[in-house]
């Protein structure tokens, strides 16, 4: 393979890096909508239970029973939200995504090294590779426009000279 026939495995060892860091990303921005829609949905379900318990004791004044009807509601809410938006799920889908991203920008840094090494690439390898890529964008969930350019522009950065160059 002649140096100017490297330039495909390069750029695509860009574009998997930043696919691979954009999952992660957009994984952690799940977990955290998960997490900021779950907590206040079990604190207000503790604070209606123990509410509602404490007025079979007595004869609670109306506004009591107002402010207890609405946390239920709130809780039941924030509940309905988690499990509707499934960002637990999504975050696990970004996960498995970034991992497949991963391991294929692991191959091409191995395919980068041998070619340095003198050992060039043959078409069979590069044609695996773009399979295993085209089966990891079709399962992937998708990322926002703005999260790819951020992480496009760390990438850009971290490595001060765009994608990964040989010799």
């Known amino acids: 393979m002649r140096l100017q026939d490297m330039e ?58 107002i402010v207890v009807g609405l ?5 039941a809410v924030f509940g309905a939200l988690q499990t509707y938006l499934g960002y ?4 696990s889908k970004h ?8 391991a294929i920008r692991r191959e091409l840094e191995e395919v980068l090294a041998a070619y340095t090494d003198g050992n060039p690439c043959d078409q069979e390898q590069l044609e ?8 990891v964008e079709s399962s992937a969930p998708s990322l926002s426009q703005r999260l790819y350019a951020k992480v496009e522009r760390e990438v850009l950065k971290r490595s001060a000279k765009g994608p990964v160059k040989t010799k």
């Open 88 to 91: 637990a799920d999504l975050a």
């Open 128 to 135: 695996g590779i773009r399979s295993k890529w085209v089966d």
């Open 95 to 102: 996960r498995a995504a970034a991992g497949r991203y991963g």
């Open 8 to 65: 495909t495995p390069r750029k695509w060892h860009f574009n998997m890096h930043v696919a691979h860091r954009a999952h992660f990303k957009a994984a952690a921005k799940a977990d955290r909508l998960s997490r900021q829609l779950g907590i206040p949905a079990v604190i207000l379900a503790a604070i209606v239970g123990t509410a509602v318990f404490a007025s079979l004791e007595k004869n609670p004044d109306t506004w009591v029973k």
């Open 71 to 75: 946390l239920g509601v709130a809780s």
